[in-house]
């Protein structure tokens, strides 16, 4: 079992940036794929980015060249780096560990981005 818990969520204005983290209770070197995905009101949870250990990363189209996600495999920890942030990008967002058969969850972090 692992537990995933994010931090740095918050409020931000249109325009500006946030970065998130990930951090796992054991190695994510062992976790094949590690993920971002958001959840807003009334709309089904979405990936918005992965990165697997071979550090190949995948994005959802909406946040192409403004989400940058990256790992740090000494602080067994994954960062999702969000510049340019829009009122659409509003949603609750969680941390996901695909390590099949297992999948992990964190409990998510609020991003709210409104003037």
């Known amino acids: 079992q692992v537990q995933l818990a994010e931090s740095g969520g918050g409020l931000v204005q249109p325009g500006g940036s946030l970065r998130l983290a990930c951090t796992a209770s054991?190695?994510?070197?062992?976790?094949?794929?590690m993920g971002w995905y958001r959840q807003a009101p009334g709309k089904q949870r979405e990936l918005v980015a992965s990165v697997t250990v071979g550090d190949t990363t995948s994005y959802a189209e909406s946040v192409k060249g403004r989400f940058t996600i990256s790992r740090d495999t000494a602080k067994n920890t994954v960062f999702l780096q969000m510049n340019s942030l829009k009122p659409e990008d509003t949603a609750v967002y969680y941390c996901h560990g695909d390590d099949e058969p297992y999948d992990y969850w964190g409990q998510g972090t609020q991003v709210t981005v409104s003037s």
């Open positions: 054991r190695g994510i070197n062992y976790i094949y794929k």
